[in-house]
C-alpha cells in the first residue's frame, strides 16, 4: 500500500510563510507527478501546483510568484513554500501524486489526508 503523508500546515498571520511537505512511502513504486491542491470552506478542491517527475512546474492563476513547488525524488518527498500568505490562501491542502505500482497496468492518483492551513491576524 502507498501512503501519503502531508505536515507543515498551522496558523501564520497575513505576509506570512509555510512550507508544506508530503512524503510517499510504501515499496515497489514509482511516482509521476506530484501536487498540492486545496479546498476552502464551502468551495471546491482547486489545483494549487503541480510538478512532473522531470521538474516542470504548473501553478495556479492565484499563486505564481508567492508558492513555490519542489520535489525531491530520493525521498519521494513533495514540498510547497507559501511566502505573502492572504487570509485568501486558508484551506485544508491536499497532497496528491499519481503512482505505478510494480505489477500495476496502469498508474493511479493517491491522496493525502489533508493539512489545515489558517491565514489571519
Known amino acids: 500500500q502507498v501512503q501519503l503523508v502531508e505536515s507543515g500546515g498551522g496558523l501564520v498571520q497575513p505576509g506570512g510563510s ?4 508530503c512524503a510517499a512511502s510504501g515499496s515497489s513504486f514509482s511516482i509521476n507527478a506530484m501536487g498540492w491542491y486545496r479546498q476552502a470552506p464551502g468551495k471546491q478542491r482547486e489545483l494549487v501546483a503541480t510538478i512532473t517527475s522531470d521538474g516542470r512546474t504548473n501553478y495556479a492563476d492565484s499563486v505564481p510568484g508567492r508558492f513555490t513547488i519542489s520535489r525531491d525524488n530520493a ?3 513533495v514540498y510547497l513554500q507559501m511566502n505573502s500568505l492572504k487570509p485568501e490562501d486558508t484551506a485544508v491542502y491536499y497532497c496528491n501524486a499519481v503512482i505505478l505500482r510494480m505489477g500495476s497496468l496502469f498508474p493511479r492518483e493517491y491522496w493525502g489526508q489533508g493539512t489545515q492551513v489558517t491565514v489571519s491576524s
Not at 18 to 21: A, N, W
Open 75 to 77: 525521498k519521494n518527498t
Open 18 to 21: 509555510l512550507r508544506l511537505s
